[in-house]
């Protein structure tokens, strides 16, 4: 017991590093189209560095759901190659201690690594996708003209559409604008002027766009006249104070629920709605892929075992490639659940089982010595899998 105590102690200190290593390698790929928008802003709009650096951490929980279970399996599938590939796996049989033993401080260290990632997916994401607006509105209060982009309409205020041909960004000057204002019921207005201006109204989410030398459009949809004004000078007032409100009283989309609105919403909503399922599917999406890092990491041992004549950096493209499977299965998960075909909790945890299942496969062999025929264990899985679902009911005969 004391060898193997220190053992487990042994291994466990060595996922560490890689862990960490691919946690920070992870999140700097994923957040890369992330950083160009930020890093936009701060070239052309001046917003400071404390918040392109808020920006980006409230940008981590998202990412980390699913960079926590790849940095997992990477971790495992790199550290048993190192020790395989050094003779350290060898040895470790020779003494009479089997792979099976090794089993414990992979799976205190996935589970450590899962319990963080739930945590992520319950309370981090909605957190951070509604810190992110806020600290956007506030972004917009100090300069405004960041949301708004050349050649493209921009919707962002209820009632109001409008679309810029050219933006000035640091004078907040504007040429060739159109505008349409529906905010007052039963008349439709269209706004054209060649040139603009857009500053703060001295009231928090309000501004002001100043347009010179247009021309207003306006539409009576009950009595169908239309009228045509010029002007020389035009004030249009734009309020984001409804947004801010809506964000203070909590997203409504599913994906940024907290967990408590989220259950609330399944029981509040008829099973017969569209909607229904896609609050179903993220509610087992939070919990599902984060408890991927278990089968992944279950996974990872006897692919590191078998990878040991491989080269070490080989391990990167055998993790990748077995995550890309994983998302793959995920996805169609996903599509079967929403066609109605199985149900979204076998949609999502069912990658899971085929993961895990793959994992206790290649375990038994590698611990066995034993080859592994991809094509009798391939056709294995599928038949198990087909009567998990037709045990459970879920699949829908076509």
Not at 131 to 140: G, H, K, P, Q, S
Not at 248 to 272: C, F, H, N, V
Not at 366 to 375: I, T
Request: hydrophobic share 50%; net charge neutral.
């Amino acid at each position: 017991m004391k060898i193997n105590a220190i053992i487990h102690r042994y291994l466990f200190r060595e996922l560490i590093p890689p862990f960490l290593i691919n946690l920070v390698f992870f999140s700097f790929v994923f957040l890369m189209h992330r950083i160009l928008d930020i890093a936009n802003m701060i070239v052309n709009y001046q917003v400071s560095g404390l918040a392109f650096g808020l920006m980006l951490l409230y940008s981590m929980p998202y990412f980390l759901v699913y960079i926590i279970p790849m940095s997992v399996m990477m971790s495992v599938l790199l550290t048993f190659i190192r020790m395989a590939g050094d003779s350290e796996i060898t040895a470790l049989k020779a003494g009479g201690v089997s792979l099976y033993q090794l089993l414990p401080p992979v799976i205190c260290f996935g589970s450590l690594c899962t319990a963080l990632a739930v945590f992520m997916a319950v309370y981090g994401m909605p957190w951070g996708a509604n810190a992110y607006r806020m600290l956007a509105l506030d972004v917009a209060q100090s300069s405004f003209d960041v949301g708004l982009q050349e050649k493209q309409f921009n919707d962002s205020f209820e009632g109001v559409t409008f679309y810029v041909n050219q933006i000035t960004p640091k004078e907040g000057r504007l040429r060739d604008v159109f505008i349409e204002d529906q905010r007052r019921a039963g008349i439709s207005s269209t706004v054209v002027a060649p040139r603009g201006h857009i500053f703060e109204s001295g009231e928090k989410y309000s501004f002001v766009l100043r347009l010179y030398d247009g021309t207003i459009n306006q539409v009576d949809l009950d009595s169908r006249q239309a009228h045509t004004i010029r002007f020389d000078t035009y004030d249009l007032h734009l309020d984001l104070k409804n947004a801010v409100s809506d964000l203070q009283e909590g997203g409504t989309d599913e994906k940024e629920m907290r967990y408590e609105e989220l259950t609330a919403a399944i029981e509040q909503t008829p099973e017969s709605s569209p909607h229904y399922c896609s609050l179903l599917l993220e509610l087992h999406k939070k919990f599902a892929i984060p408890f991927a890092g278990l089968a992944l990491a279950v996974l990872g041992v006897p692919l590191g075992v078998r990878s040991a004549s491989n080269r070490r950096s080989a391990g990167l493209g055998i993790g990748l490639f077995a995550f890309f499977l994983y998302y793959l299965l995920l996805s169609g998960g996903m599509v079967l659940a929403e066609a109605g075909i199985c149900s979204p909790a076998a949609g999502m945890w069912a990658p899971n089982g085929i993961t895990g299942a793959a994992g206790v496969y290649l375990l038994i062999k590698a611990a066995n010595d034993r080859p592994v025929r991809l094509v009798h264990a391939a056709g294995g899985l599928f038949r198990a899998l087909a009567r998990t679902f037709a045990k459970s009911g879920q699949l829908v005969q076509l």
